[in-house]
């Protein structure tokens, strides 16, 4: 069985975009490693049940069906949750690697820019710009990469800003499914419902 | 092996009865190991959170992880009481397999006793 793993990232070295992308990329793949741990408990336990229900010198008796009913709908409910977890850790790990991609493009032109002489702060903000006419080329030069920096900066921060909307929202949606009081999500004929749980335990 | 042994050390469930009882106990002891071990794929409340980088989405997934962690916990409940419903249909069996097999000796050994006497 291939073991679902989240992407991996593009290299980055500082922190300019915000958030922890190294910890949300380690959660997805924690995420991702319930999935198989969930599904191979519930496939040994549907083995087991087949082979004691099963052939004729089974349990057959009316609480035997009544006992298979009720464990079939449950190992149902067990899949769903897998997969609901795998579905969070795709969302999860999706959003770890576009923001790698956004800080990595920041950094690379930071670089490009700092080797013209722009003064790149350690949180990555652009240094304020004159727009006026320059004396020479090399200040010329200076400026135009400090703009264009400062370009990069403004469109790094509000993709990243757009990439952490849209996790959010698949969230919500994903969380819509299973909070409690949902309303029942069937799949494959299971519902799924989380029991409303006593707020304030310290996390 | 089940049933009591009688008068004379034998037992008088049949062997298809063992094999269900066997099975039935097997599958009992498997449910109850299999929910501790699902009980401890993940903390109760769900795994240690990652910052997103902004409160809507640290919120939204919160509440995921919250919930991920809730239903996580019903499941493992809910794989050990299968456990105990299936040692409860085991107990049951062998207590009116036991009642039978009693039953049986008692009378094969009034038998026995009659053709002594005849």
Same mark, same amino acid.
């Given at each position: 069985?291939?073991?679902?793993?989240?992407?991996? !990232?593009?290299?980055f070295a500082e922190d300019w975009v915000g958030g922890d992308i190294g910890g949300l990329q380690a959660l997805a793949a924690e995420l991702y490693g319930f999935v198989p741990e969930i599904t191979g408990i519930t496939a040994a336990l549907n083995q087991q049940v087949d082979r004691l229900t099963g052939g004729d010198e089974g349990w057959h008796e009316p609480?035997?069906?009544?006992?298979?009913?009720?464990?079939r709908r449950d190992s149902g409910t067990a899949e769903v949750l897998a997969a609901v977890i795998g579905q969070a850790a795709g969302i999860i790990g999706g959003l770890a690697a576009e923001l790698a991609v956004i800080e990595n493009? !920041?950094?690379?032109?930071?670089?490009?820019?700092?080797?013209?002489?722009v003064n790149i702060g350690t949180d990555g903000r652009p240094p304020p710009v004159s727009a006026g006419p320059v004396?020479?080329?090399?200040?010329?030069?200076?400026?135009?990469?400090? !703009?264009a920096y400062r370009q990069l900066y403004g469109q790094a921060m509000a993709k990243a800003q757009q990439a952490r909307q849209q996790a959010t929202r698949q969230l919500m949606d994903l969380y819509a499914r299973v909070e409690p009081g949902a309303r029942p999500v069937r799949s494959k004929g299971c519902v799924v419902r989380a029991t409303p749980r006593s707020s304030?335990?310290?996390r | 092996m089940t049933g009591?042994?009688?008068?004379?050390?034998?037992?008088?469930?049949?062997?298809?009865?063992?094999?269900?009882?066997?099975?039935?106990?097997?599958t009992a002891g498997m449910f109850g190991?299999?929910?501790?071990?699902?009980?401890?794929?993940?903390?109760?409340?769900?795994?240690?959170?990652?910052?997103g980088g902004s409160p809507e989405f640290d919120g939204a997934l919160a509440q995921v992880l919250e919930a991920i962690g809730g239903l996580h916990t019903q499941m493992a409940a809910m794989i050990a009481q299968h456990g105990s419903s299936l040692r409860d249909a085991c107990a049951a069996d062998q207590v009116t397999d036991e009642?039978?097999?009693?039953?049986?000796?008692?009378?094969t050994d009034r038998r026995t006793h009659e053709l002594r006497r005849a």
């Open positions: 069985m291939i073991r679902p793993q989240p992407a991996s !990232l593009a290299p609480a035997a069906s009544a006992f298979t009913r009720a464990w493009a !920041l950094e690379e032109q930071a670089y490009a820019a700092s080797r013209y002489g004396a020479d080329a090399t200040t010329a030069s200076k400026q135009h990469w400090a !703009l304030g335990d310290g | 009591m042994p009688g008068k004379h050390g034998q037992r008088m469930v049949h062997s298809r009865s063992q094999a269900v009882f066997s099975d039935l106990r097997q190991a299999e929910s501790v071990r699902f009980w401890a794929i993940m903390p109760p409340h769900g795994p240690a959170r990652a910052d009642t039978a097999g009693d039953t049986m000796e008692e009378i």
